[in-house]
C-alpha cells in the first residue's frame, strides 16, 4: 500500500471530547471518525485491527468447535415478550417500529434469538452438543456514552451460545470457552486477567470476566497476592469475620445530639467504630431497603440487587425514609415494620455483640445491642464491599486492587433462557428436557480501544504485531531523490513480494511529518532510507515499541533479515 493512497486522515490536535488515550489516538491517527454519539465509523486503518482481531477470534472459535452463523440486528418485541425481558430490559434497549407498528429493536445481545431458532431445529440428544456464534454490531442506548468505543452505543461483539443436554455438558462447554478467549486475548498481546463476575442483567450464575488491566478501565477488580484467586469488586465474595463473644447485655436508648456520622457518634459515645453499625437507605421497586454493616465496612449495591431480587437502586429520599419510619442519620434495625420495609444485614453484623446502631429518632442511638436478640432482619446476607488488605476468600493471603477494561464475559446461563422460550430436547428415554445454555461475549472493538490502553506512548499507538494494521513502513526521507525513491520503491516491492504486510511513504512531505505520522499511527517497524543510508548502501531501521535502531545492509538477504527481525518482536 502507498501512504499517498492511504485513507488515514491524521490529526494533529487531540480531539477535544475524547478523555482517555484509546479515545484521542484512535481518532488523532485516523483510525475512527464519530458520526453520533457513541457511534464511529472504522477508517481503513482500524478496520484492518478489527479485522485482524476477528480473525483471531474465528481461529480460537472455529478450534473449540464453534460453528459461525449470522443473526439478524432486527429482532421482533415477541421473542423478548417471550422470555420477559421485553418490559425489564429498561431505557439501553434501542426500540423501533415498523411501518405497520410492529415493535421491534437493534440487538443488544442475542440470547432470544438463538434460542428460538434452536428450539425449532434441535430435537433430539443426540444433535447435541452445538455451539454457534456470530461478530456483529451490537446496539445499547448508553445513557452516557464516552471514553470513545470504550462505552459506545454500537458496536462489535462476537457473541456465542452453547446447548447442552445437562449441567455436565455445559460445564465442558464453559471451559472449552474460556480457554479460546485467554488464548484469543494473549494472540492479541493484552496484559489480562479472568475474574469471578457477577452475572448482571443476563442472569444465571456462574461467570468469568476476562479483565484487560488499564487505569483507565471502568471496572475495579481485586486479586490476591498468593493464589490465583480475581474477582470483579462488585462479585468479590468474603468471609465471615469471626468475633469475639461477649455476654450480652440489655440494649439501652442513649442521646446523641448532632451526631450525623458514624464517627461521630463512636467518638461521643467513646466506642471503637467495629462496635457500631452503618446504615444505607436505597429506593427500589419493591420499596425501601435498609442495609446495615459494621460501622467500618461499606456496601457492596450488587450484592444487595441480588440479595433483594431487585433491579434497581436509589439512595432513598428523606420523604421514604420518614414513610419507613425512621430519619437519615439515626437509622437502626430496630423497630422497623419489616412488611413493609426491607432489612438487609450484613453476615458480620449478625456475630457481633453489644452494638451501637441509630434509633430511627432524631438525637438518639442505641448501645448494647444484640441482632440475635433484639432485631429480625429480613434478609442476613454478605453485602460488603470488599476492601484492600482484606483477606482472600480462597487462601491466606490479601487481596490487592486493580483497574481493567472488561473484553470479554462468559457465563453459565443453565436453563435461565431454555425454559421461558421451551428449548427442549428429548432424551435417551424420549423425555423431554430443558436445554443448558450458556453465552460468551467478546467486545471486538473494545479489545482495539484496549489495546491502545496498554499500548501507547506521548507520540502514539504502539501496536502488538499480532493485530498492528501494518507491520512495516518504509519511508524514503525525498521522494524528489530518484536514487532514495529507487531504492525504497525496490525495498518495498520485495517485502510485498515476499508477503509482508508493508506501506511505503510516498508522499512528497518533509520527513519529520512522515516520522511523526509512523509514529503516531504504530507500525512496529519503521525502515528510513536517505543520501545519507544509501551513502552506506543500507537502511535505517527503527523498531517502534524499544526504539531500537539499527542499521540494514541493502544487500540481497535484507528482506530475509527484516522478516527475521520482524519475527522476534511481539
Ligand atoms: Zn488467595
Same mark, same amino acid.
Given at each position: ?14 480531539? !477535544? ?43 480460537? &472459535? ?47 445481545? %442475542? ?45 462489535? &461483539? ?6 447442552? @443436554? ?29 475474574? #469471578? ?37 462488585? =462479585? ?38 467495629? +462496635?457500631?453499625? @452503618? ?36 439512595? !432513598? ?13 439515626? &437509622? ?12 438487609? *444485614? ?14 430511627? @429518632?432524631?438525637?438518639? %442511638? ?12 429480613? %434478609? ?18 490479601? *487481596? ?18 431454555? #425454559? ?11 423425555? !423431554? ?31 502488538? +504485531? ?42 512528497? #512531505? ?5 516520522? =511523526? ?24 531501521? @527503527? &523498531?517502534? +515499541? ?25
Amino acid at each position: 500500500m502507498r501512504v499517498s493512497k492511504l485513507y488515514a486522515p491524521t490529526l494533529r490536535e487531540v480531539p !477535544a471530547e475524547a478523555e482517555i488515550a484509546s479515545h484521542q489516538l484512535l481518532l488523532r491517527a485516523g483510525f475512527m471518525r464519530k458520526a453520533s454519539g457513541g457511534i464511529y465509523t472504522y477508517l481503513p486503518l482500524g478496520w484492518r485491527v478489527i479485522r485482524k482481531i476477528e480473525a483471531i477470534v474465528r481461529e480460537e &472459535m472455529d478450534d473449540k468447535g464453534a460453528q459461525e452463523l449470522l443473526m439478524p440486528i432486527v429482532q421482533p418485541a415477541e421473542i423478548w415478550q417471550e422470555s420477559g425481558r421485553w418490559d425489564v430490559y429498561g431505557a439501553e434497549m434501542w426500540r423501533l417500529k415498523d411501518r405497520h407498528s410492529r415493535a421491534f429493536c437493534l440487538g443488544p445481545t %442475542h440470547e432470544e434469538m438463538i434460542t428460538t431458532i434452536v428450539r425449532n431445529d434441535v430435537r433430539s440428544y443426540r444433535q447435541l452438543p452445538i455451539n454457534l456464534y456470530q461478530i456483529q454490531d451490537k446496539f445499547r442506548d448508553e445513557r452516557r456514552p464516552r471514553f470513545g468505543l470504550m462505552r459506545s452505543r454500537e458496536f462489535i &461483539m462476537k457473541d456465542a451460545y452453547s446447548f447442552d @443436554k445437562d449441567e455436565a455438558g455445559l460445564e465442558v462447554s464453559y471451559k472449552g470457552m474460556y480457554e479460546a478467549y485467554a488464548n484469543i486475548f494473549k494472540r492479541c498481546g493484552l496484559v489480562f486477567r479472568p475474574v #469471578e463476575a457477577d452475572s448482571g442483567a443476563i442472569g444465571g450464575s456462574g461467570s468469568h470476566e476476562f479483565m484487560a488491566l488499564a487505569e483507565s478501565g471502568e471496572a475495579e477488580i481485586v486479586f490476591c497476592d498468593s493464589c490465583d484467586y480475581a474477582a470483579n469488586t462488585e =462479585k468479590a465474595e468474603l468471609h465471615l469475620i469471626k468475633a469475639e463473644t461477649e455476654t450480652a447485655l440489655d440494649k439501652e436508648e442513649v442521646v446523641t445530639p448532632d451526631c450525623k456520622t458514624i464517627v461521630d457518634v463512636c467518638s461521643y459515645l467513646k466506642l471503637p467504630i467495629e +462496635k457500631s453499625i @452503618k446504615a444505607v437507605a436505597y429506593q427500589s421497586e419493591k420499596g425501601l431497603i435498609l442495609c446495615f454493616v459494621r460501622g467500618d465496612h461499606e456496601v457492596n449495591e450488587v450484592k444487595v440487587l441480588n440479595t433483594c431480587d431487585v433491579l434497581e437502586l436509589e439512595m !432513598a429520599s428523606e420523604t421514604a425514609l420518614i414513610e419507613g419510619n425512621t430519619v437519615g442519620g439515626y &437509622m437502626g434495625p430496630i423497630g422497623i415494620d419489616t412488611n413493609k420495609v426491607m432489612v438487609v *444485614v450484613d453476615q458480620n453484623v449478625m456475630e457481633m455483640s453489644n452494638l451501637c446502631c441509630g434509633a430511627n @429518632k432524631e438525637g438518639y %442511638h442505641f448501645i448494647n445491642v444484640n441482632p440475635n436478640k433484639d432485631f429480625t432482619p429480613t %434478609h442476613v446476607a454478605d453485602i460488603r464491599l470488599i476492601q484492600e488488605g482484606d483477606p482472600c476468600p480462597h487462601c491466606n493471603g490479601k *487481596v490487592e486492587k486493580a483497574r481493567g477494561i472488561e473484553v470479554g464475559q462468559v457465563f453459565k446461563l443453565f436453563t435461565k433462557y431454555s #425454559e421461558p422460550l421451551k428449548a427442549t430436547y428429548l432424551d435417551e428415554n424420549g423425555k !423431554a428436557k430443558p436445554i443448558f445454555m450458556g453465552c460468551y461475549g467478546i467486545g471486538v472493538s473494545r479489545t482495539m480501544a484496549a489495546a491502545v490502553e496498554q499500548y501507547n506512548d506521548k507520540d502514539g499507538i504502539i501496536w502488538p +504485531k499480532s493485530i498492528a494494521p501494518y507491520h512495516i513502513v518504509v519511508v524514503p526521507v525525498n521522494v524528489k531523490d530518484v536514487e532514495t525513491m529507487e531504492a525504497a520503491e525496490d525495498l518495498y516491492i520485495k517485502l510485498k513480494n515476499a508477503g509482508v504486510q508493508v506501506l511505503i511513504d510516498d508522499r512528497d #512531505e518533509r520527513p519529520g511529518v512522515k516520522f =511523526k505520522d509512523a509514529d503516531l499511527i504504530g507500525y512496529p517497524v519503521r525502515v528510513v532510507i536517505g543520501p545519507k543510508t544509501l551513502a552506506e548502501n543500507s537502511a535505517e531501521v @527503527k &523498531m517502534r +515499541k524499544s526504539g531500537e535502531v539499527q542499521m540494514l545492509t541493502l544487500d540481497g538477504d535484507c528482506v530475509q533479515k527484516l522478516i527475521e527481525m520482524l519475527e522476534k518482536i511481539d
